[in-house]
């Protein structure tokens, strides 16, 4: 593992454990931890060095949301994101919207979201139905995203509408206070992921000038599938991997320390062994795949789609998989919630059905390897 792992550790440790039970009781937003992400240079792992980061790329930011994940899942995907949207930036922003944001994120601890899924086209995220309507150099946009994580939370959100230019679409960066902008907050009551703040947003006569377009016009699906897709991916490959192993430290430490009248431990059993040697071998799969794939990614090569996509499944599946079996090893305590297991396995769910989804992806994988175009 790389010093950005073992820092991430050291991190999630002073800065993510102490608010993980309360994210998921409480439903609430890490802030503290976000806070902390900007005081100890988390958020501008992916910004270039000549503007104030570290300039790191694909395999660091898999490293950093596998060292959260391994901690708090739901930190790790509201992490992630951010990553996500400052990739674009990076890639395709203007050198006046680079600079305008990038100083916002170092010098303000700012951070940013994606507000890309719709109610229409749901997983099929690069299908908008948003208006975006033209006047001289301004765009007036009108719609609704469905789930947006960290909302209200973070203050620059990534929205996919339509270009000018027929079939093709645009990558934007609404502010937060942009007028119209609202936030449905009342609405996230997820099965897991609980405190990423996760809802709907309302667009509403927004209008921007095109300075906060990112890239030229109609190379929204361009960024998507170059550069969201690969760190969005292979982030959330790092999510779930991350969580797995979560779960066969929990599930391993469990059965270490849990005595019998008779002074066995449940380590002592067979059928308990046979069950932590399976999560750990589902778990280190998951993560020794996504390693792989952000380590292929970074160096652009031919099968990294492949491993990509792959590692995102693996890991989406090891989770809830690991997550089962850790829920036997834990028993009454597990069920009953004295152990953290049930809220990882929850948090895990989200990992099949998060676009694009484990469902979706397995198709794009057998198109990717036969040749044929995707989506
Ligand atoms: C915890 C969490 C956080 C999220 N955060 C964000 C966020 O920050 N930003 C954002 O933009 N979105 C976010 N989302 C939204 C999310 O990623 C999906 O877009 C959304 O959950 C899918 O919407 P839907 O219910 O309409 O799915 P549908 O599109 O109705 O899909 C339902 C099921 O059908 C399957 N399916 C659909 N089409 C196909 C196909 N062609 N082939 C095979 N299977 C198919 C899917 O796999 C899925 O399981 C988040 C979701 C979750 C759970």
Redesign the pocket.
């Known amino acids: 593992m790389n010093q950005i792992y073992q820092e991430g550790k050291e991190f999630a440790k002073s800065y993510i454990l102490p608010y993980t039970e309360r994210t998921d009781k409480e439903s609430k937003f890490p802030e503290e931890t976000f806070e902390k992400l900007g005081e100890q240079g988390f958020l501008k792992l992916l910004i270039p060095e000549e503007y104030g980061g570290f300039g790191k790329g694909l395999e660091e930011h898999a490293q950093a949301c596998l060292a959260f994940a391994e901690t708090c899942a739901t930190t790790a ?1 509201c992490y992630m ?1 951010h990553n996500v949207a400052v990739m674009c930036i990076v890639t395709h922003g203007s050198s006046e919207l680079k600079a305008k944001i990038f100083a916002d994120i170092i010098e303000n601890g700012k951070f940013m ?5 719709e ?1 229409g ?5 690069y299908v908008t139905e948003m208006s975006a309507e033209v006047n001289g150099d301004s765009t007036t946009f009108n719609g609704k ?6 909302a209200n939370y973070a203050s620059y959100y990534l929205v996919l509408a339509p270009s000018v230019e027929e079939g093709k679409i645009n990558n934007w960066v609404f502010p937060k206070e942009s007028k119209g902008l609202s936030f449905e907050l009342s609405e996230w009551d ?1 099965l ?2 609980r405190g ?1 703040s ?1 809802c709907p947003v309302r667009i509403e006569d927004v209008t921007l000038d095109s300075s906060y377009r990112i890239g030229a016009e109609g190379s929204g699906e361009e960024q998507v599938f170059h550069v969201v897709a690969p760190f969005f991916i292979t982030g959330l490959g790092s999510v779930y991997s991350g969580t797995a192993m979560h779960m066969f430290e929990i599930a391993s430490s469990h059965a270490a320390n849990r005595k019998y009248p008779d002074g066995r431990t449940l380590s002592n059993i067979e059928t308990i062994q046979v069950h932590i040697g399976n999560i750990y071998k589902h778990a280190s799969a998951a993560r020794a795949i996504t390693l792989e794939a952000a380590r292929a990614g970074a160096n652009g090569e031919s099968d990294a789609l492949a491993k990509i996509l792959s590692a995102r499944i693996v890991a989406s599946e090891a989770a809830i998989e690991c997550g089962r079996l850790a829920m036997r090893v834990g028993g009454g305590k597990a069920y009953n919630k004295a152990l953290p297991t049930e809220r990882l396995l929850r948090d895990a769910y ?1 990992g ?4 694009p ?4 992806l ?2 794009w994988l057998g198109k990717a390897l036969t040749g044929q175009m995707i989506p």
Do not use: P
Request: hydrophobic fraction near 50%; proline fraction near 0%; aromatic fraction near 8%.
């Open positions: 995907l994101m979201a994606l507000a890309y899924s109610f086209s749901g997983t099929h995220f995203k469905s789930m947006v994580t960290s997820g897991g992921m990423n996760s989200a099949q059905i998060m676009a989804s484990a469902d979706v397995t198709v």
